[in-house]
């Protein structure tokens, strides 16, 4: 395969590897300046590629962020309606290019049993259809006689568990083991391969198998940011989250380190993984011809602002790591802001192929090169809670909530974690009321590119206000209850 050129493109169809975890925080990892966890693999990865400081998802929740990777737009919906189905996504792209295209691990496609493009497709998917309709880790599972979670956890309990599992049978394992057979034998040998590597983890439950269950000290885990003034001071949509989940009860803090402990484990056990498949690529002699992009869908609080899960627009649940190497170009730390519809552009100017007409990323190669200029801002979006939306440059912080009409502003210049908000301040009207415009410009400019209709968002170039609903956290109140599940974890 040719070097890279000046003009930013590869030529003669390079193999393209897509690692994404479910759920990583930007600061999980060594190349990103945790100082306690152990990923010897990503950050010998990170040493190869350009590693991007200020990276941000489209939208902190697993389908819409991954349907923006996918399709180089935006997408506003939740996990259960589909967004851009009649885009076509950089599988049905590639594919026509000539590669052969392969899905590995959690697809969250909706349907669960749709393909979208993938020549090869191996589910190990953590919706309850996918387990029921495709999911070949399940298989995997019955067919040994095993039970995934027999510790009572589900994908949306926020405490700590050991997996009942071995190491060898847990699904990060089964996951990087199925991408290696992948690469030594599904591949078509006679094309280039497009594969997504999609770990489950380190979404709940915080499960690792032994020994990655005891591999970090709860004692030595960091304090949670942002949490110096109480959770009134967030908006009501905020409040309600935090009551309905009754964070509380994670919050204290022999109960918060033990879940970061075990979060930490998995992250480390996807790590060993990594490394696994980059050895893989080594041996069968296509690591000199392979883009890899590892990156997440999104982050996890961990305790920040008193909050667990991913739901919001804070720093701990958009900021994410995005890592590429690309053959023949030189390591380098890129500060620029750069986000997940930046991906589906970025492959199709390297290898040559036509991008989609409303697609609206960056070619991140072109940027670290300096060829094209930094975006002033980022925004993300999320549908849960009644709708918000976040944007961000890099001194101030917006965040408004249709639920409601709240605002919350924070100030980027000081390390106050996004704990003081200065929305309600007098001297700070002016800048609130510039990102507020700012952020009804930018929804006018996706209204033009979008397959949803974005007019529910503003009236006559304002923000909508919806009477704040309390009973749409009323599903989430349930949580309560799983957190009693599991005594025998309760110290």
């Known amino acids: 395969m040719e070097k890279l050129r000046k003009s930013g493109v590869v030529m003669s169809k390079p193999n393209i590897l897509i690692i994404i975890c479910d759920q990583l925080r930007y600061d999980a990892l060594g190349c990103y300046g945790n100082k306690i966890i152990q990923t010897p693999a990503i950050d010998k990865l990170s040493s190869e590629s350009v590693t991007f400081t200020n990276a941000y998802t489209s939208s902190p929740i697993c389908v819409p ?19 851009h189905k009649n885009t076509p996504h950089l599988s049905h792209i590639l594919k026509s290019s000539g590669y052969h295209t392969a899905m590995i691990g959690k697809a969250h496609f909706v349907p669960c049993t749709e393909t979208y493009g993938f020549d090869y497709f191996k589910l190990s998917d953590d919706h309850e259809l996918g387990r029921v309709n495709a999911d070949k880790y399940q298989k995997y599972l019955t067919e040994k006689e095993l039970l995934e979670r027999e510790h009572g956890l589900d994908g949306w309990d926020i405490l700590w568990a050991t997996s009942n599992l071995k190491e060898e049978d847990y699904v990060t394992t089964w996951n990087g083991n199925q991408t290696i057979e992948y690469l030594q034998k599904k591949r078509a040998k006679d094309k280039p391969f497009f594969c997504v590597c999609s770990f489950v983890k380190p979404h709940p439950p915080f499960d690792p198998p032994r020994p990655y269950d005891t591999m970090y000290k709860p004692e030595d885990m960091p304090f949670p940011k942002g949490c110096n003034e109480p959770v009134a001071n ?14 509380d009860f994670c919050m204290r803090e022999d109960r918060r380190a033990r879940i970061v402990s075990h979060y930490y484990g ?8 990594i490394g696994h498949i980059i050895s893989t690529l080594r041996d069968e002699g296509l690591y000199d011809d392979t883009i890899i992009i590892f990156l997440t869908d999104h982050g996890e609080q961990l305790g920040d ?5 991913k739901h919001f627009g804070y720093d701990s649940s958009i900021h994410i790591p995005l890592i590429l190497r690309v053959p023949g170009v030189k390591s380098k730390i890129c500060d620029s802001f750069v986000s997940l519809t930046d991906i589906l552009p970025t492959i199709c100017d390297t290898v040559g192929a036509e991008k ?3 697609s609206i990323g960056q070619n991140l190669i072109s940027l670290y090169e300096g060829k094209t200029s930094s975006k002033d801002y980022m925004v993300s979006y999320s549908d849960v809670g009644g709708e918000w939306f976040s944007l961000q440059n890099n001194k101030w912080k917006y965040i408004y909530y249709f639920n409601g009409g709240d605002e919350e502003l924070y100030d980027f210049s000081k390390e106050s974690y996004e704990t003081i908000n200065l929305a309600n301040e007098k001297e ?3 800048i609130k009321d510039e990102m507020k415009n700012k952020l009804v410009c930018w929804i006018k400019e996706m209204r033009q590119v979008s397959e949803i209709d974005l007019r529910r ?5 304002n923000l909508i206000v919806k009477p704040f609903r309390e009973d749409i956290f009323s599903y989430f109140e349930r949580r309560s209850l799983a957190h009693r599940i599991p005594k025998y974890l309760i110290r």
């Open 65 to 83: 962020a991954r349907i923006t990777m996918l399709t180089g737009r935006h997408d506003f919906t939740f996990n259960k309606p589909y967004g």
């Open 234 to 247: 967030k908006s009501r949509v905020i409040q309600k989250w935090h009551s309905a989940w009754e964070f």
């Open 266 to 273: 998995n992250v480390s056990l996807i790590d060993k993984q």
């Open 305 to 309: 602002q008193h909050l667990f899960m």
């Open 356 to 358: 989609p007409k409303f």
């Open 428 to 430: 700070y009207k002016t």
């Open 457 to 461: 968002f503003i009236d006559n170039d």
